[in-house]
């Protein structure tokens, strides 16, 4: 059978599309721009032995629906689609953004389940309603499939009360809902569970630092998260490509107060012109490597500040698990970025961390162990998948409903 | 000759007088709810044999001014004042909360300094006039005197840019100072430096842990800061009496958008109706210890996010210094709270800290170690004494000046 799995944000959509149970991924794509006039569809073809087919096309894409449906003409085209007939795709798996305290699981997609995701909706504005929506056009699309919905908060539904709860008067928890939530768990459950394997330690106290981005970080025991950096929203704790991570709440009072922002300002600010973006004017870490290359001091102040947060975060995380097996850097500069794991791990001796910095200036595909001989606590790179986790979480879900 | 040390809040006013060189506090007070028609004074003497004799006071004190001279009367009165003449009184010491990146010393006060001060105001709305005020009404009251301001923020001027710094566009910080200040700055100094001196070892690295109504820990290596716990305003990071201390900037937004709160409502939300008030209706921690004793869940809870929350920058204080050499309690909470440093130094063997439970139980005045045998980390408990470390200050500038 095929898995289809959709990850649907406010104007793009990333797709994934599995033979199963080989979890053989056979195209990928992203649609862009979705609802202005000039949309942008990038459809990845993979062939079995590892080679790449991409093409772009730029065309008006109004709505996801259209997105989708152009997604699935090149899917099942004659020549080069890689799908026979769209019923063959028996499971599609949805990125759910906020399952609030209600969804810790996979959950099939049915009216009540669409319905408890919209009433979630003042709990994260902008991301459910575009969750829904991929679902509900992807009901259409694909009328015999079982869809199933994978929330990002789910993972994080394990944290003990002292590390969700905020300081704030109870009747904001338990009436409203304010809490930590925590997000990016598809990643740090994938990332947490393969180094488990990895390591052969089904045990293990693992710190799951992913970095996108969005950047998040998690602490995990046994697989279970039992603490994170992120909070009520996406937006606080590590620094990240255009959002600020963690400030200061008098921050806010003092833009609209003293500065004359209006809370939206402060909103967009804090999420979209902030971070690596606010710190070099720019928000991709290759671009700003290579500034840092040039000599530019902003780069070297944002790559310190970016680092600082991550080893601050890393200390905390080692005293809420009283140690770890293990520290695992992932996501696009988690994986690829020598420099960033260089100045995380430089002088934590005595936290018992000891990165190699040969094995870690060299490039290489699949999970790499970077610890020098000694080192009490494995420093471990592990390419995420979130895609495949989330077919993996739909297809055991399919098994048991 | 004296030292009388002032600060000076918005509706309060605390003093101690001391007789200098000898360092001996002779009197202190506590004038309250100024401007209020049941005006609160405290006033206590102290004997050269530690005897104590407090009097209390309620009566009308419309002004700040009025404040001080009724302190001013119980410290002269024929029969039972400590000071015979104010003339006596050669330096006035200030606590100013907020110094900006000017103020990195004890200051003598200067028309020159007041205009800066006030042009400070926009950082420091709360505290910066009344502590002007606090100024204006000492210069009245003791012509001849000295005044030297001392900040709360100096003591953090050298934490570095990545320290300090937040990921916001760099404009906000070289155009409107937005970056962490820090606080509490000159208990953190008065302890750090005392620890210095009881461990015998000038270079060591120091977390102190200050734990009042506010609270704050800091970072510190030889006596100087290098990372501190708050940031631009004093309401971040620790759980406080009742200040919520880290939440998210998220859940701004939401109280305002979702929820139908002001700005205003926001910021004395999380500034007096949060910590330890907000989840248990008590701010006061012997009221909190006494609801746990009668087997509370929430002073339980509140309990554990308190400890948790200090647990957490006490790791990543140990990873940005590396380690230490001793975790430092002080404070009201931080000398007399037990349970409190239990739970935060609770299974931290693996970051080389373990406690003396015994030693931690018992009550004794003074320093004191309680550091089990084998602990890689000494934790002590510092008595702070932010007024003596003020004179102290003050009396280095004067004699410089
Ligand atoms: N070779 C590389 N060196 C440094 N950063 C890289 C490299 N390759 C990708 N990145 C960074 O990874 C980030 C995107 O990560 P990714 O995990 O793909 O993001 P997302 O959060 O959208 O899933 C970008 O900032 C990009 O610059
Ligand atoms: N014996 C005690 N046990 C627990 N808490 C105490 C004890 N004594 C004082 N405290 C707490 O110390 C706090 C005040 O600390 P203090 O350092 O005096 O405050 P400030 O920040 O105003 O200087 C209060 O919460 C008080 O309950």
New binding site residues.
Partial sequence: MHIFVINSGSSSLKYQLFRWPQEQPLARGLVERIGLPDGQLTHTTLQPDGQEHTERHTLPIPDHRTGLEQAMRLLTDPATGVLQNPANVQLVGHRAVHGGEEFRQPTLVTPEVKARIRELFPLAPLHNPANLLGMEVAEQLFPQARQVAVFDTAFHSTLPPHAYRFALPEELYTRHGLRAYGFHGTSHQFVSRETLRYLGQPDARVITVHL???CSMAATVAGRAVDTSMGFGPMNGLVM?TRAGDTDQAVIFHLVEQLGYSLDDVKNLLNKESGMLGLTGH????DI?RLLNEGDPRARLAYDLYAHRIKKYLGSFLAVLNGADAVVFT???GE??ALVRQLVCANLDFLGIQLDETENARRAPGIRDLSAAGSRVQVLVVP?NEELEIARLCAAVSLTA
Avoid at 283 to 286: A, G
Wanted: no cysteine.
């Fill in positions: 996108g981005n969005g490509g928000s991709d870490m290759r490597t996501g696009g500069v690829n970025d995420t």
